[in-house]
């Protein structure tokens, strides 16, 4: 197996880096093949860190993890307590030590983060749910409590740190919080788009399962008068709202429409349906974003993703929506790593917002910053970001995953999760 510190890997990183920091700097495997690196162009001055070997290579969730009191030996962490350190039996103590022309850091920083950020724990694993995703619960992160901590940015910012010591004269980038809220339009109408028997069928829900005569009774009328436009009396039609809100707090938001139907899980309407159209474009004049949700059967299928994201932009351009950028996130986040990391750059998608477990919340990739996409299993730089996808409303509250209803338990949940990334 090979260790993880190819050409193309340290070039990636070298972004990362320069993302996070705002200055460029060079990475520089040793030879003694056990530490790497860190300096400026043209300064003596450098850090060293400590290489882990094939450690982070492996595609297994059984790595060895312990933790590390920052505290104690006079370093800051963001959120409290110890930092999980995962890949390690045990640090020495002090971890980090000044040398001759700089510091040395004895734990593995910058494999941590090309683990984590490659997802490179996910490749060729079969131990998966019955969407064939890949479960929270099976994950390293679960396993050893730091699912909930964006742990890469976490031990960034002891390399910040460093770095400040090393050359106290530069300025590191300021990073500001904020919020990307995004929708899955999935049914984007309760009777709308229902066949004859499907319209029955919902009506027969509403009665017998809710107990909501006063919607069944709408029901055929909604259903007829949806043709050019969503009818402001269908129970489902909340995207005025939505926009509403996110405008009030200044927010965008995204909303991933699909377009293809390659299983019965998939959506009921078309992109081209003139209510669908009328939608975009009231989404598009509001100042909100269109993006692509690929159908339940294409995270294998990179050709069904590439027709899928094709066709969401030759109907925005029919209807003269135009955006500086596309992305979108998969139905069900089914995901299969790098099959469809890769089918998103191939289909000029400019982000992706997949990224969290199902299951539960919190930092599937350990960051809460968006990061240039990268193979892991061909080693290459894609031209795709990822955007990590930290909370999904079902995830915290539905009776399926973690059943914290719509009360103060949810709340507390997505309020500690924000607290974390602003952290």
Known sequence: ?????????????????????????????????????????????????????????????????????????????????????????????????????????GYDILGLAYWMLTRQEEVGRTDLDNHGRFPAVHSHAYKHSYLERPIVDEWLHVLGQVITRTWPSIVLAQHQFSMKVSHDVDAPSRYGFASAKGLLRAMAGDVLKRGDIQNALRAPWIWLNTRDALHPADPFNTFEWIMDLSDQHGLT?????????????????????????????????????????????????????????????????????????????????????????????????????????????????????????????QGEILHLRVRPLVAMECTVMAPRYMGLGTGEAAYAKFSQLKDACRA
Not at 4 to 21: C, Y
Not at 73 to 88: Q, S, Y
Not at 256 to 282: K, Q, V
Not at 299 to 318: D, G, S
Request: charge should be negative.
């Open 253 to 377: 938001s995204a909303f991933y429409f699909i377009c293809g139907r390659s299983s019965n899980m998939d959506a009921a309407y078309e992109p081209e349906h003139p209510a669908i159209r009328t939608l975009m474009r009231r989404i598009h004049e509001r100042g909100h974003e269109i993006g692509l949700h690929p159908s339940y059967g294409s995270y294998q299928k990179p050709e069904i993703i590439a027709t899928e994201a094709q066709r969401l932009r030759r109907v925005a351009a029919e209807e003269g929506i135009t955006q500086s950028e596309w992305g979108g996130r998969m139905h069900f986040l089914r995901w299969e790593q790098p099959t469809t990391l890769r089918a998103w750059a191939d289909a000029g998608m400019n982000y992706d917002s997949t990224l969290s477990y199902a299951d539960l919340p919190g930092f599937r990739c350990g960051t809460c910053f968006e990061y240039p996409a990268f193979d892991p299993v």
């Open 1 to 105: 197996m090979k260790c993880w510190h190819t050409p193309a890997a340290l070039a990636w990183l070298q972004i990362i880096l320069q993302e996070r920091f705002g200055h460029t700097f060079v990475l520089q495997p040793q030879p003694d093949a056990q530490h790497i690196a860190l300096h400026l162009p043209g300064d003596a001055r450098c850090i060293t860190l400590a290489l882990y070997g094939t450690t982070f290579t492996r595609a297994d969730s059984d790595l060895p993890c312990t933790q590390w009191s920052a505290a104690a030996e006079g370093w800051a962490t963001t959120l409290p307590g110890a930092l999980p350190a995962p890949g390690a039996v045990e640090l020495p103590a002090p971890l980090i030590t000044p040398t001759s022309n700089g510091w040395h850091i």
